[in-house]
Nanobody, 123 residues
Framework: QVQLAESGGGFMQAGGSLRLSCAASGRNVSFNVIGWFRQAPGKERELAAALRGKSPNTYYLDSVKGRFIISRDNAKNTVTLQMNSLKSEDTAVYYC????????????????WGPGTQVTVSS
């Protein structure tokens, strides 16, 4: 059974950095598409960053472009989201998600989800 697990969330002051990691277990094959979604209180879940393919195409939400970097380590079966210059509006629960079907590109649906990790940024 495939499982995703996020780590690295926490509390940070505005302008600081956090690094989230997503570890996959239960299979050895890398997913075609991996994304980091986030959901702030009272708001819909949104796709913050995603990558697709081995020499990956990437997607970034406009509000995180230039600040967030998504990368993957196939040998370790992990995906990392480096978050720099954090803002209070980045506060959310961050979810790692993955899928093999690329017909919908970076967008929903995703087949596998982690439980989420809280990121809180104080202004």
């Amino acid at each position: 059974q495939v499982q995703l697990a996020e780590s690295g969330g926490g509390f940070m002051q505005a302008g600081g950095s956090l690094r989230l990691s997503c570890a996959a277990s239960g299979r050895n094959v890398s997913f075609n598409v991996i994304g980091w979604f986030r959901q702030a209180p009272g708001k819909e879940r949104e796709l913050a960053a995603a990558l697709r393919g081995k020499s990956p195409n990437t997607y970034y939400l406009d509000s995180v472009k230039g600040r967030f970097i998504i990368s993957r380590d196939n040998a370790k079966n992990t995906v990392t989201l480096q978050m720099n210059s954090l803002k209070s509006e980045d506060t959310a629960v961050y979810y790692c998600a993955a899928k093999d079907d690329t017909s919908d590109g970076f967008y929903l649906p995703y087949n596998f989800w982690g439980p989420g990790t809280q990121v809180t940024v104080s202004s």
